[in-house]
């Protein structure tokens, strides 16, 4: 009986032959290839820098516009449900009343007055705070950052710039004036509503009208006329033609966080000695400002973007600083989550998130909502 030769490896072979160990490390090698360049991705650190922005800050917004979402498809089940008179209704979010932030304010003059947060709308005034805290802390970060209409007038703007190839920009001596056109729309209402008297302020608080007023603004954008429609198409078309348009002449919220941003401790600084005056951050900035003529960006129109940040060709050059210490962007992004998660657990452990209306009242004000006796008071 003969016995087959084993064929016997080469030292060669031995060589070439991957071990687990080797195998392991290339596997650690790829996934953190694969790891920095979502990182990269997410940093704005890819394609052409002059077209840049830190899709980290996309990321964020497009969740809080995804949350908005979802919130307007609950309350569009709650309000069907309503109508029906079908009970126990489903959860009507009291996220949606980040969208009532005139009831907001009303909600931090009355909590004044009465030493107590009112139980019809509380989440619209814990949404303001938020907001107003963010633009103490973090600049007008909820602008760029948190704000749907924002994230929606991004997109138009650069759907201008692909249409176009650029967005138009108002000429310096009339872009002043319309700027002001925002803090005149907030004068009025802060004077409509601190020259209200407690009793008054009360008394429209718990009003027919403002027990339903997030379905009223609902109904608004339902039964638009022709003016309506009208007016909507024009705003497009000009944050289309206009990078942020609305934002920059119109929104009286975002000149209210302007005006705490100035207390903001976080600011964009730019280091003189190593600046090329390539200007990429003035083409850049939403607000129009001339980052690269300042030593610190304060300005009450700066949004927080930090795009300025993403297109600069020279490694810290900007920073975005508080006091003397610098904020990496995962830093501020992360600082703007925590702000707002921070807000929304403080309500909801201390009572301060969800309104006391019960689903019968719900469904008896819903189905008489467009009666005259839910006309706004002032009316």
Known sequence: MSVEPQPQSTPNEEVLRPRPVAIAASRAVDARGRVGELAAWALGRTGRKADRSYRLRILVQTFFTLTCVLLGIQVASFYTAAQAGITPLPHRPPGVEGFLPISGLMGILDWVYQG???????????????????????????????????????????????????????????????????????????????????????????????????????????????????????????????????????????????????LSPVKVRREPRSCIDCNLCDRVCMARLPVSKLRSVRSAECIGCLDCLAVCPVEDTLSVQAGRRRLGVPGFAAAVMLLFLAGYLAARATGNWDNEISDREYVERIQNVRSPDYAHPGS
Not at 117 to 125: E, Q
Not at 137 to 146: D, E, G, H, P, T
Not at 148 to 169: D, K, M, Q
Request: charged content about 10%; some cysteine.
């Open 116 to 262: 107590a947060l009112n139980t019809i709308h509380p989440a619209a005034t814990v949404l303001l705070l938020i907001a107003l805290a963010s633009a103490l802390l973090l600049r007008k970060s909820f602008c760029s950052w948190m704000c749907p209409v924002g994230f929606l007038s991004e997109g138009l703007a650069r759907l201008g710039r692909w249409f176009f190839g650029r967005n138009f920009r108002v000429w310096k001596w009339l872009d002043i004036p319309l700027r002001g056109l925002k803090y005149l729309v907030l004068a009025f209402f802060g004077w409509a509503v601190f020259t209200m008297s407690a009793e008054a302020l009360q008394g429209f608080i718990q009003s027919p009208y403002n027990r339903v007023a997030d379905i009223k603004m609902g109904l608004f954008f339902v039964d638009l006329g022709w003016v309506g429609i009208t007016v909507m198409v024009i705003l497009v078309l000009l944050a289309v033609l206009i990078q942020g348009a609305w934002c920059r002449y119109l929104c009286p919220y975002g000149a209210l966080l302007g005006l705490f941003s100035w």
